[in-house]
DNA sequence: TGGTTGGCTGATTTTCGAATCAACCAGCCG
DNA sequence: CGGCTGGTTGATTCGAAAATCAGCCAACCA
């Protein structure tokens, strides 16, 4: 693994390869899951030699411990970013909510990696993956708690509880999308989602009467315009559920077929 | 999955073994995940025979579905059952609220494993569990719905995604406890989170002044075009940040030790 | 133009664990 | 008692895919 890098030079191109592994990597592991993918698939998704993929990860563990820290690592700055300026609660909560949404508008299959392969990896307890969620959630508690301080929190609340169901409804809000609950095409419905995220949160936690030192617009904004859409999704399968009718004999159950 | 001989009586000696070997799964995937154990670790844990578990089940995806509908089940069964009961939105929450954290209570590692194991699917898609979880978010989408028509619920919210976020709020509560973030040993603690799930979800969901039964909302629509969203999205950039300059080092990576 | 370097290749080796299976044993029936 | 039945055992088989490695070749230098 020496691959001593030592030539700074050389970096872009070389980086430029390892790139579209990464980027490959990403696809496939947004389309077949982590374990439900081989090396051999990034590989070819990336147009590169098997081997060539060794080149730049020591392993597969790697190869996603990269992604994670690449897609999380842009998310946390920005959402720190947020948490840590100045401003009213209500502001810095629709803008987290941005924040993650326009990371999900702009790659949505990285953010489905997260959130699928990583997010709820149990695995993740020797590696940083948990840490990391938790880290944002510390960040955002902080954030409650200075809020709390200067009463914009309703004093009942508990900082860190507040911190992760505000992240518990945006990753659920995300997931129903990812999952294809709710269709993702559908710009509008990000919006009013968002929207509706950071609304029922806000409205739930922060002091009734409004901020003493903010003078807070009449709550609202959502739904501009166009009414609910039917709630009915109905594209998506029903899903068999119960009809799941354990029997494949057959096949082996593993994975049925390969790329 | 029945499936099981057909005479019904012998059932309760063999189940025995069956429910050993199935708990013994549950603590085995809560601690290392499904992916991260072998059946023989399962074995092991169950005190029998290697072979034995494929004598009950099928293969280990079998065994994984069937915990997983175990689990299930019995979550899905009493949350339809509160969500199609009678009476105020307010309550029926607070209900659901509470059969979730019940089930956490009374087993928190299968409940980790639901939880933790959940929206992954195999790409796949033979095994559904995030259809049963898609399930749940539909049945209480439809109370949702019936308490809009009510006039329980503010108009401008959708029925379908407030059932998301009122999940994601369930779930990431409780998976502060699962991961650590929270003691979980705090009966307190717990009480108040489900307490606070509950009134924060509700406080920004129900209308203010309370339900009448009928009356449809005069609520005026809120006004608003779209003034609010002052700073809107600052557009942000590229997804992926650049800021990954990781090197490889030697991050340790594979999981060389095996219990 | 010959030599060296290093990104790159992909067949080969190794690892690993799911699934199988032949044998074992306890109870039961005739 | 002896033979049958079916739960139980764990070494063995076997496929899949992770990781290695012996070189190839293009670029660059002398």
């Not at 502001?91 to 702009?106: L, P, S, T």
């Not at 510390?138 to 169901?165: I, N």
């Amino acid at each position: 693994m020496g691959q001593q890098k030592s030539a700074p030079e050389g970096g872009t191109r070389e980086s430029e390869r390892r790139r579209t592994i990464l980027r490959a990597a990403i696809d496939v592991f947004a389309r077949k899951g982590y374990h439900g993918c081989r090396i051999a698939d990034v590989a070819k998704e990336a147009g590169v030699a098997y081997g060539l993929v060794y080149h730049y990860f020591k392993n597969k563990d790697e190869l996603l411990e990269t992604v994670f820290e690449t897609g999380w690592s842009g998310f946390i700055s920005r959402a720190r970013l947020v948490a840590e300026s100045e401003g009213p609660l209500e502001e810095k909560v629709r803008r987290i909510a941005d924040v993650a949404f326009e990371a999900y508008r702009v790659d949505p299959r990285a953010v489905k990696v997260l959130i699928l392969e990583i997010a709820r990896s149990p695995a993740g307890a020797r590696i940083n993956r948990q840490t990391a969620f938790v880290d944002v959630i510390r960040l955002s508690a902080q954030m409650f708690t200075r809020a709390k301080e200067s009463g914009e929190l309703r004093p009942d609340v508990d900082p860190l509880l507040a911190s992760a169901l505000l992240f518990g409804s945006i990753e659920m809000g995300l997931t129903a999308f990812v999952v294809g609950l709710a269709d993702a095409r559908d710009t509008v419905m990000l919006e009013r989602a968002k929207a509706q995220i950071a609304d029922s949160f806000l409205h739930g936690v922060l002091v009734p009467g409004g901020a003493p030192s903010r003078t807070e617009p009449p709550r609202s904004e959502l739904s501009t315009a166009e009414p609910v859409r039917a709630e009915e999704p109905k594209h998506e399968a029903p899903a068999e559920v119960s009809t799941w009718k354990r029997e494949k004999s057959g096949t082996k159950s593993k994975a049925p077929k390969r790329s």
